[in-house]
């Protein structure tokens, strides 16, 4: 019986399964008769694929934008490097011309420089009396200028303030009568022997009482020139060069001469071809030794390089003896 019951339910089994398969085939012909998906399977590819192409779309255009951006930034790119080398080639020629402009203005201050000076010299030594052309003797100009000085300057009030040394040196042979005490004697001096190639140093001077603030009027201004390998004290305003009594022969510079006062000597005057013995009312008589040595308590020596020999060279007793000995006077 058991063999007989096996057989009816295998059977059975192939009947349903061929059943199912049948009906599955039915239903999916039916479903590729109709050509469509279920509704809600249809709706969500359909918006699925609207999705996709609205993103898509959304990258080409932004993708398209970028791209635009891009080129115009290149472009923006391109026309600034095209001025920057405009601007280079520019800034270029702009540089050479002024090389070239500078060049051209440092020779012309060259030229001006060497016409002034070939002016300059052959004022002096006109005015001097001295050779238009030629070498000079350096002793026997500076001693020629001077002596023109002297000559010719009106001692008083300084009518010039303030006035270049150029200017103070052509008032001398001039009509106007311009007062000019030691320091505008001493500047225009330092810069005629510059001028005809005689260093010089423009030297201040003070007195004892000077120092102390008794005496405002206690102070001098002299000239150094240097001749024969040495500095000496040559004078305009009194025509004179200086030795000390132990050797009244040989000239000496400002130092030497202080030396020679504390060493308990006496200053020599040694005068220059030209004498006064009144030079005005301002001047006064031709200086004594004496007078003369009192001005030497303290010095302050300047390079006369320079228009007005702002160059500090040495001072005596220290370096700012004349800063401390005007806050004693008023302004």
């Known amino acids: 019986m058991g063999g007989a019951v096996l057989p009816a339910v295998l059977c059975h089994h192939v009947t349903t399964r061929t059943m199912k398969l049948k009906f599955a085939g039915l239903l999916l012909a039916g479903l590729i008769a109709v050509g469509t998906p279920p509704t809600y399977m249809a709706w969500r590819y359909r918006t699925i694929a609207i999705q996709s192409q609205t993103l898509t779309d959304t990258i080409v255009a932004e993708l398209t934008a970028t791209r635009n951006r891009a080129d115009i930034t290149a472009a923006d790119l391109l026309t600034a490097r095209r001025l920057a080398q405009s601007t280079a080639h520019e800034l270029s020629a702009t540089k050479e011309l002024m090389e070239s402009t500078s060049a051209t203005l440092s020779t012309a201050q060259k030229q001006a420089e060497s016409n002034y000076a070939e002016l300059a010299a052959n004022m002096v030594r006109g ?165 003369y040595a009192s001005y030497f308590a303290a010095y302050r020596r300047r390079s006369t390089s320079t228009p007005y020999g702002s160059v500090d060279e040495d001072s005596a007793p220290q370096a700012d003896w004349l800063e401390i000995a005007l806050k004693a006077y008023p302004q």
């Open 127 to 291: 005015d001097a009396n001295l050779p238009l052309k030629g070498t000079l003797n350096a002793r026997k100009a500076a001693l020629a200028v001077r002596d023109y000085i002297y000559r010719e300057y009106d001692g008083g009030p300084e009518d010039l303030p303030g006035a270049s040394p150029a200017t103070l040196w052509t008032a001398l042979s001039s009509d106007s009568s311009d007062g000019m005490m030691c320091g505008g004697a001493g500047l225009a001096y330092s810069w005629a022997l510059h001028a005809i190639g005689i260093p010089s140093r423009f030297v201040q001077l003070a007195g004892e009482n000077y120092l102390s603030g008794k005496d405002m009027y206690q102070t001098h201004v002299t000239v150094e020139a240097w001749l024969d390998g040495a500095w000496e004290i040559s004078d305009p305003t009194y025509n004179v060069s200086v030795a000390c009594s132990d050797h009244p022969s040989k000239h000496i510079a400002t130092p030497q001469a202080r030396e020679c006062i504390q060493r308990g000597k006496s200053l020599v005057l040694i005068p220059g071809k030209t004498r006064f013995s009144k030079r005005s009312k301002y001047a006064g008589k031709t200086i004594s030794p004496k007078r």
